[in-house]
């Protein structure tokens, strides 16, 4: 089901973006927030896998190219800026971007009166409480 695929690519990009910019973070309180969001992400990744084949749930991760262009994009950004104001604002540009595909599957799903899972709504609802946890390190 393409909201399945959608909700592992989204949250492979954000685990993987946390990882990629998490040695660059100075600010405890940050690095504490980044884990165990990261640690979410990780659970509904799984989630999201088994209702997805493995070779589906592959795919939705991403070639080796997008992994390699997110990782260097998200190092690069944050060994220049390593701000804890910039760090918090890349995560959660991260978290809209997932929201917003996210919720373009919904809307498809709904209009199509199928049923959208729990799951994909409950992980909306994470990302936004994720973007109103990093807003106090803005």
Known sequence: ?????????STTMGRDAIAHVLPYAED??????????????????KAAERELSPKEADEAKGGKLSK???KASSSFSA?????????ARMLIEGYETGIVSLQK???????????????????LKTYDKHIRALRKFL
Do not use: G, W
């Open 68 to 70: 390699t262009m997110l």
């Open 1 to 9: 089901m393409k909201i399945f695929r959608e909700m592992v690519r």
């Open 28 to 45: 405890e309180s940050l690095v504490k927030t980044m884990k165990e969001q990261q640690q979410t992400l990780e659970e509904a990744l």
């Open 105 to 123: 599957c919904i809307n498809e799903m709904q209009k199509s009166n199928d049923e959208v899972p729990l799951s994909a709504k409950d992980l």
């Open 79 to 87: 060994m220049l800026n390593n701000d804890t104001s910039h760090l």
